[in-house]
């Protein structure tokens, strides 16, 4: 996330309030296209290693919009008040427990997919050991109530014009952004709670968010309840599948190719979010280390 810290690089202009109106106007307009862009291609999508990633490339996406606005009003991070400071303070925070959230469900996952995978190299010589690691193997979610506080607009009273915009910039990059994560973290997880108050703690109105995207999305969560879901699904096919061996009997190869390939799969999923969720906790992390140095530099101004 790259924010304008210092004087922009354009010459100074004046800024009359028709102009940062239409500045605004553009960022609230290229918000909404990046929202719809998150539209399924296909039921088949959801969920997929491709579908993840068009989330985290609409998060990244924004966060340059943004950026880009601070500069075509010439307002960068050093001329912040405190109650831009404050409010994009509020966002990454959330944003990072939510990251947070992300990281532990992923954790999970990979433990329980190390276990499967030891499982599944253990049924050829012992099929009884790898049944009782089966039984063994749990697949937990992320243990947040989800409970943040609601995005209330900032007092604009005495403001700046520039920060006004800003504020007001920020609460649409605020309400987006944690709706994505809660897209994210409701995909691993499958539990629609979680999303729907993330929803609400985001202040976000059904008639803000892509209509396609949230029937599909609540559809599709019903029936597929999300990747950790589907490694449970894994977890009971192979059980099953070992159940059915009789003493004695080779243990079926074409089932063990077919577990195991889906367990790849799944592995390639659980490393592509594992990198971007890394990424993106990384960046919000650096923007407030330059935003916080910033306001320590301008409190200490003569």
């Known amino acids: 996330m790259v924010l304008s810290l210092g004087q922009s690089l354009k010459p100074n202009r004046h800024h009359n309030s028709e102009a940062l109106s239409a500045s605004l106007s553009n960022f609230r307009s290229e918000m909404s296209n990046l929202r719809n862009q998150l539209a399924l291609k296909s039921e088949s999508e959801f969920l997929s290693l491709p579908w993840f990633l068009r989330c985290y490339e609409m998060l990244n996406m924004s966060n340059k919009a943004f950026a880009k606005l601070a500069v075509d009003i010439d307002y960068p991070m050093s001329k912040w008040g405190d109650a831009a400071t404050q409010e994009y303070l509020d966002y990454t925070f959330n944003s990072m427990n939510l990251l947070n959230s992300i ?3 992923l954790s999970h996952l990979s433990q329980a997919k190390l276990e499967l995978s030891h499982a599944l190299s253990l ?5 009884s050991s790898a049944a009782q690691l089966l039984k063994k193997i749990q697949v937990k979610g992320p243990r947040n109530n989800f409970k943040a506080e609601i995005l209330a607009k900032s007092e604009e009273m005495g403001c700046s014009k520039k920060e006004c915009v800003v504020l007001q910039a920020l609460l649409v990059m605020k309400s987006t952004g944690l709706w994505v994560i809660g897209l994210v973290l409701l995909g691993l997880c499958g539990d629609i709670k979680p999303y ?3 929803r609400k703690s985001a202040a976000l109105s059904d008639s803000s968010l892509p209509e396609e995207v949230e029937s599909r999305v609540c559809k599709l969560i019903i029936e597929k309840k999300g990747v950790m879901e589907e490694l449970k699904q894994l977890i009971n096919k192979a059980a099953a599948r070992l159940a059915e061996v009789i003493p004695g009997e080779r243990w079926n190869d074409a089932a063990e190719k077919e577990l195991k390939t889906r367990l790849e799969l799944l592995e390639n999923l659980i490393q592509g979010i594992e990198k971007q969720t ?6 919000f992390l650096a923007a407030r280390d330059k935003l916080l140095d910033c306001f320590r530099n301008t409190k200490h101004k003569p």
């Open 278 to 283: 890394n990424n993106l906790f990384s960046e």
């Open 123 to 127: 049924v050829k010589n012992s099929p």
């Open 103 to 105: 990281s532990s469900s």
């Open 196 to 198: 729907l108050e993330i």
